[in-house]
């Protein structure tokens, strides 16, 4: 079996991009439905700008990527083709692919986990207000 067939049938996300321009190399079918794309092509012939939220965030992992740097556990909101927003999980490595420098870029959906997060943070938000308020009225 060769490496892009095993890549392929990877339940991860995985894109691999040229260095140079960014363009996507190959792109697998996990990807392809966590972007919501109906093809590879969708996202092989797509802008990797138009999958991202923050471009600042895209801009710092391009710096580390063009530069042939390790991305490890980044964080990233993301956009589906749709427009709508997931969470993603990102590491990322160099490689050479068909002559090309590029990387290898692993993506794991952490949506659940963001949306949990943030579920706990207004929870205790909550939890404080109400004791604020309870050690207010009983001061009184």
Not at 26 to 33: G, M, W
Request: aromatic share 8%.
């Amino acid at each position: 079996m060769d490496i892009l067939a095993i890549l392929s049938a990877s339940p991860i996300g995985v894109a691999i991009l040229d260095t140079e321009d960014g363009s996507r190399l190959f792109v697998n079918q996990a990807l392809v439905t966590m972007l919501g794309a109906a093809s590879h092509e969708d996202l092989i012939n797509g802008d990797i700008a138009d999958t991202w939220v923050d471009q600042e965030r895209l801009a710092t992992a391009w710096s580390i990527f063009r530069d042939r740097g390790t991305l490890s556990n980044f964080e990233a909101e993301r956009k589906r083709l749709d427009g709508s927003h997931w969470w993603v999980l990102m590491h990322c490595q160099p490689i050479d692919f068909e002559g090309k420098q590029a990387g290898i870029v692993w993506h794991t959906d952490i949506s659940a986990r963001k949306q949990a997060e943030e579920a706990r943070v207004r929870s205790e938000t909550r939890l404080s207000e109400a004791v604020e308020n309870f050690s207010e009225s009983d001061s009184k």
